[in-house]
């Protein structure tokens, strides 16, 4: 236990470090090779954003904990939706322009819906697992589909003015992804470790962690890049981060924990946390379909899901225990 705590930090910040190489050299390699400005905001950006979450799925799957692994990929869209939203909504209101990512925001409640529908028995089965990851692999060929058409969207615009900030060279891009994906595999193995041994310390549940603490951790860095997006006008990559990360967390991190191994959930699962990850998708679905044109996303929108938050962690405290 002495070495666990340092060690979760030491695992998180390998992650963060990781994930921004792997996206970095990903997005230079898939830029320099033709693919499509929407395709790399759709896919490369939003998906890459939760290569934490993927690799730490993996690596408790594989070690038989998949319920750290579920919740962690559970624990971030929550985070995600909620306290990561919650807060750049409260630092700079949001227009979302986008027509893609509103055609998205359905998507992402059809995800949480599904899920809530396959495991509402209390079991993650292979089977479930499996319908979730053929759920993301129709994902990939919409995005791509997309990609085709949208040429003018705003995200498309948006994500063609980062593209030319990124660095030209294409061995400089490999390297960020080899060393982004090497570090990603090591923080993952010690985070995974490292929680698993706190989780032991605490009495508390492998699920309650990854839903906690390392989901927490997993995520607030998007609400930094984030942040950065919405100062530059970028509201749509923004946005795009947020419900990419949900949907690859939903189908892609979920689906391979349980395709690993299968997971018992306890009911608390099924009402605090399903339900409130499928009422957070519903709520953004509303929020940005509503209206005919750009839909905003205000202050006090930001306040609500900052208050979302804090009740679900109260809620997570009190009703956690030994599991």
């Not at 033709?34 to 993927?54: I, K």
């Not at 985070?79 to 990512?101: D, K, Y």
């Not at 605490?202 to 997993?218: E, R, W």
Request: charged share 10%.
């Amino acid at each position: 236990m002495l070495y666990a705590i340092p060690a979760l930090f030491a695992g998180l910040i390998l992650l963060i470090w990781g994930a921004e190489r792997a996206v970095e050299g990903t997005s230079t390699l898939a830029a320099r090779h033709g693919l499509p400005p929407m395709a790399v905001g759709l896919v490369v950006v939003g998906f890459g954003s939760a290569a934490p979450e993927l690799v730490v799925a993996l690596h408790a799957a594989s070690l038989g904990h998949p319920a750290l692994a579920l919740g962690s990929a559970w624990g971030a869209n929550i985070v995600a939706m909620s306290l990561v939203l919650g807060c750049l909504l409260w630092i700079t209101p949001l227009t979302l322009r986008s027509q893609v990512l509103q055609r998205e925001l359905p998507l992402m409640l059809a995800a949480a819906l599904l899920t809530a529908v396959l495991v509402w028995d209390g079991v993650l089965s292979r089977i479930d697992a499996g319908l979730l990851l053929l759920g993301f692999v129709g994902l990939l060929v919409w995005s791509w589909r997309q990609s085709a058409t949208g040429r003018d969207d705003a995200l498309t615009q948006e994500t063609r003015a980062e593209m030319r900030l990124l660095p030209d060279s294409t061995a400089r891009a490999l390297l960020s992804v080899v060393f982004g994906w090497t570090a990603l595999a090591a923080g993952g193995w010690l985070l995974v470790w490292s929680a698993i041994e706190v989780a032991v310390w605490l009495g508390v549940s492998d699920l309650v962690l990854g839903l906690g603490v390392v989901a927490l951790g997993t995520t607030l860095p998007e609400l930094a890049s984030c942040v950065v997006a919405a100062r530059k006008g970028e509201d749509d990559l923004a946005l795009g981060q947020v419900l990419g990360t949900g949907l690859f967390n939903t189908l892609a991190v979920a689906g391979l924990a349980g395709l690993i191994e299968p997971l018992d959930l306890p009911p608390q699962v099924l009402w605090r946390d399903l339900l409130l990850m499928a009422v957070l998708a519903f709520v953004l679905y509303r929020l940005g379909t509503s209206t005919n044109g750009p839909a905003r996303l205000g202050r006090r929108t930001g306040q609500a899901l900052v208050g979302v938050f804090v009740l679900h962690t109260l809620a997570l405290l009190l009703t956690s225990g030994p599991g």
